[in-house]
């Protein structure tokens, strides 16, 4: 090859590379992103605790008195009124006991008459130092015998009048009944064996469990008419649909539970169509409000190895910066910590960016010129 050739093919390499070099040293060109800058606003969102339906009175009943099943006046699953009758138990041998104990009370109070009789007789004749003094201790002793007697027969009367009224038993307060645990026929003892279980049911309760660091919040809840009140701050999901009333809060458990550092909550719901049953499950939304929220948008946050990072945008550049989020309310979440009001985050081209990556801020979508 020419000489003259070598050296002109020489002469372009030279300029190509300075131009490479040149190129090197200005680095890539800035990223096209959109940005956006941060301000503290109102928040509102709502927190979600599972909750179980709780029947504000609940209690089993069990027969006091031995006996068999007679009588099941009530239909299965019904509402019934207090004082219902709900199971009669075998009276017979109730009954006849409470008859020999009359007819004892009854020949007890004879045994007084006379005895009553006795002593004021004796009485007399001792004033006129007629009767030896032994018989009238006599007949005091006996009087005052025939009265402990008397009451020891009232009280067997009223024991077995008792054991009576017992094989009737009625519902103690209003409300739903549930499946019998015995048929007509059935051996009962008393104590042990389970006839049913009735419940109230409007209203109804609603537990809870909250973690010891928002008893204070709850407690502002519960003291406040105004925040307590039955409104939207308490809301019952149950399988996935809302419940149409609103609950307020009720009980707060007196202690902090130290193996886990939980606290039990109660919120009542009125449940007229008695449309929430004891021991379904559910989900409990109770609202909270932050005054001075710091919120971006979601598409603005990164996440690598567990935790999660903005870019910010000042002087044609980003940094990098780690924060702590809060709850995410719809397309945006609450930054806890890690920013402040007035900071620019970029909101679109994060995946193009490094940290102190050159950035060229584009209009958004729509925007004019």
């Known amino acids: 090859m020419p000489v003259k050739n070598i050296c002109f093919i020489t002469f372009f390499l030279v300029i190509a590379c300075g131009k490479n070099d040149q190129r090197a040293m200005q680095g890539p060109p800035p990223v096209s992103v959109t940005v956006e800058q941060i301000n503290k606003t109102a928040a509102a ?9 709780k029947a504000l009175n609940e209690v089993e009943l ?24 709900l199971y009669s138990i075998d009276q017979q041998q109730s009954a006849a006991t409470y008859q020999q104990a009359l007819a004892n009370l009854q020949v007890q109070e004879a045994n007084l ?17 007629a ?23 009232k009280a067997t009367v009223k024991s077995v009048q008792t054991n009576v009224r017992y094989a009737t038993i009625v519902a103690p307060f209003d409300g739903t009944i549930g499946i019998s645990s015995v048929r007509l026929g059935a051996s009962v003892s008393p104590g042990q064996t389970l006839l049913n279980t009735i419940s109230s049911d409007d209203p109804m309760g609603v537990d809870i469990t909250v973690d010891q660091r928002e008893i ?18 308490f809301r019952l999901f149950v399988g996935g649909q809302l419940y149409p009333a609103s609950g307020k809060i009720s009980i707060i458990d007196r202690a902090v539970d130290p193996q886990t550092g939980t606290i039990k909550m109660r919120i009542v719901f009125p449940n007229p169509d008695h449309t929430l ?6 989900t409990l939304h ?84």
Request: glycine share 8%; net charge positive; proline share 3%.
């Open 113 to 129: 008459v006379k005895a009553k009789q006795d002593v004021e007789r004796y009485r007399e004749l001792d004033k006129s130092d």
């Open 286 to 369: 109770v609202l909270s409000t932050v005054q001075k929220a710091v919120l971006v948008p979601y598409k603005a946050v990164t996440e690598m190895l567990g935790e999660f990072y903005v870019y910010v945008a000042d002087s044609g550049k980003v940094s990098q910066r780690r924060v702590d989020l809060g709850k995410q309310i719809g397309k945006s979440v609450i930054i806890a910590e890690g920013l402040e009001a007035g900071e620019t985050v970029v909101t679109e081209g994060v995946q193009n960016l490094r940290n102190g990556s050159a950035i060229s801020v584009a209009l958004p979508a729509g925007a004019k010129q």
């Open 277 to 282: 049953r004891s021991g379904m499950s559910g």
């Open 62 to 85: 069990r027969p006091q008195v031995n006996g068999y099943i007679t009588g099941i006046h009530f239909k299965e699953g019904a509402r019934v009124r207090k004082g219902q009758k």
């Open 216 to 233: 204070f919040r709850f407690l502002q809840l519960a003291k406040n008419p105004d925040l307590a009140k039955a409104d939207s701050t």
């Open 45 to 53: 969102y709502y927190d979600e605790y599972p909750a179980i339906v």
């Open 131 to 153: 009767i030896a003094k032994q018989q009238v201790d006599y007949a005091e002793a006996a009087f005052a015998a025939a009265q402990q007697q008397v009451e020891a027969a």
